[in-house]
């Protein structure tokens, strides 16, 4: 190959090299080893692939509209799930500004009074949590976050050991 | 859809070793070449419509496979970069002056690989460290120059020209030990 993408962008000289010799050089490898690349053959597809494809899309054929992806759905139902999307949405940012307080009102709908109740629960959860936490000496937390830090570590280190010998066995 | 199934099989027939040689070479395994061949053609398959009859489908597919990898490549490494071993574009000075050990230029002509030579060159080709590997074959096979390799696989302009360097050295420089081995 006249390797015109080469031209002007070889690496840099090695100290004591004329720049023009180094670019030659850095050329003729560039073309040898597109020559020799080039005539690697292409590695043929293996005779599982073509019964796969067709498999995976006969299988796609088979499934039931609303299974497909949503470019796919009859051009009805992507208008009416559009629509209802649409609704949805509107719907919940009603809710969200103003419907509050109407639905509280309401006697239908008078269990959403647990709501707050179940807030305040964990409100007193959290509290009694961090008594706890500030009532502890502080070595107690030296200790414990060390111990926490030497552990994770100790889990990422034989975690990344593992996997570059497992790695370098598979190479 | 109203895609004639029939006739998309021939058109996988026609390029399914293509976009598999392509999907092999930027991957180098085998499963992941074949997951990602089936992709390519699921997606001919959702633009068909485009597809059947243009005289620009194969390059079309070829495309989309070369995406497909770089995609599968780039969330692959980014899975496992904390544990990549990866070397960086500053590797040790190890492969300096290989390229001055070569053959002179009025050889290049008659090169001609032996079937030998050429097992032994693809066997190189996919013992490459893989930045080096996926390099050089976006340059050599998918011909792309070094600033578009660069973007794709968002590394420097120096670093692909390094990894590309380093791989034809020594892909070369195996070929010519060989030779040497059969006294050529």
């Not at chain 1, 080039?38 to 054929?61: C, S, W």
């Not at chain 2, 492969?95 to 190189?124: M, S, W």
Request: charged share 25%; aromatic share 8%; hydrophobic share 45%.
């Amino acid at each position: 190959m006249n390797d015109e993408r080469d031209q002007g962008r070889g690496l840099p000289g090695r100290p004591g090299t004329a720049p023009a010799l180094r670019q030659t050089e850095t050329d003729l490898l560039a073309e040898r080893a597109h020559r020799v690349l080039r005539q690697l053959p292409a590695r043929r597809a293996p005779a599982t692939l073509a019964p796969r494809v067709m498999a995976e899309l006969a299988r796609r054929a088979k499934l039931i509209w609303y299974r497909r992806p949503w470019t796919d759905w009859p051009e009805l139902m992507r208008w009416l799930s559009t629509f209802l999307l649409a609704g949805i949405v509107a719907g919940t940012l009603r809710l969200i500004e103003g419907g509050w307080s109407a639905t509280k009102a309401s006697p239908s709908l008078a269990g959403v009074e647990d709501v707050p109740a179940f807030l305040s629960a964990a409100e007193t959860c959290t509290r009694s949590l961090l008594t706890v936490a500030q009532s502890l000496p502080s070595t107690w937390w030296l200790v414990g976050g060390s111990a926490f830090g030497i552990i994770a570590l100790g889990t990422l280190g034989l975690g990344t050991a593992a996997w570059r010998l497992v790695r370098s066995s598979a190479q | 859809m109203t895609a004639d199934p029939a006739q998309f099989e021939t058109f996988l027939q026609q390029y399914q070793d293509m976009v598999y040689a392509t999907a092999f070479r930027l991957l180098g395994r085998e499963a992941e070449a074949e997951d990602v061949s089936q992709e390519a053609f699921l997606r001919a398959w959702n633009h068909w419509d485009e597809l059947a009859g243009s005289a620009t489908a194969g390059g079309w597919l070829k495309t989309v496979t070369r995406n497909l990898c770089l995609n599968h490549l780039e969330r692959y490494r980014n899975r496992w970069r904390f544990f990549s071993d990866l070397k960086s574009s500053d590797a040790s000075d190890d492969d300096e002056g290989l390229e001055a050990t070569f053959a002179a230029p009025e050889t290049l002509d008659a090169e001609v690989l032996t079937g030998d030579q050429r097992q032994l060159l693809e066997e190189a080709l996919l013992k490459l460290p893989a930045n080096q590997r996926l390099a050089l074959v976006l340059y050599h096979y998918e011909d792309l120059d070094y600033a578009e390799i660069a973007s794709r696989l968002k590394v420097s302009l120096g670093k692909v020209k390094t990894d590309i360097h380093r791989a034809r050295a020594a892909l070369l420089k195996k070929l010519q030990l060989r030779r040497q081995e059969l006294g050529v």
